[in-house]
């Protein structure tokens, strides 16, 4: 089961950059705002049709849920934002290694703090030298730039 996990996070990232690709032309286009905000409305529609079809009927209200929760909405208007304009700029390739290296180097303190509700997963050397691999190719793509 882990194993069909990862290689659906594996094509949810190779999604990303697809959008990516998509946003800085459309950014490009109709701006930077309009682009943002036709992604959130598409995807808000078709979260909207598959809660109708397979969301549980008697799941806890959203707004009994803390405040805080919510924060993850201000954050994707960020993250999309940024993709609509840097890609177009610095490229996909750049943007996504940028993209990650910012998500493990957070994502490792989360998991070893235990943040959020989540499971606490010790950083260990073995997680320290990925971050590292990443920094490295984020620094060789990178030298086109500085």
């Not at 409305?41 to 959203?62: C, D, E, H, Q, Y």
């Not at 260990?124 to 030298?129: Q, Y």
Request: a positive charge.
């Amino acid at each position: 089961m882990q194993i069909l996990l990862i290689l659906f996070v594996v094509i949810g990232g190779a999604g990303l950059s697809v959008e990516a690709g998509l946003l800085g032309p459309l950014g490009h286009q109709v701006g930077h705002l309009w682009a943002t905000f036709s992604i959130f409305g598409v995807g808000a529609a078709l979260t909207f049709l598959l809660m109708l079809w397979f969301s549980p009927r008697k799941s806890p209200s959203i707004f009994k849920q803390p405040g805080w929760q919510l924060i993850g909405g201000l954050l994707g208007v960020g993250y999309v934002v940024i993709l609509t304009v840097a890609t177009p700029v610095i490229g996909i390739a750049m943007t996504m290694i940028g993209i990650l290296a910012g998500q493990v180097s957070k994502s490792l303190l989360i998991d070893h703090y235990g943040l959020f509700g989540t499971e606490q997963r010790v950083i260990n050397k073995e997680r320290v030298i990925a971050l590292g691999f990443i920094v490295v190719a984020l620094i060789f793509v990178a030298r086109e730039y500085i």
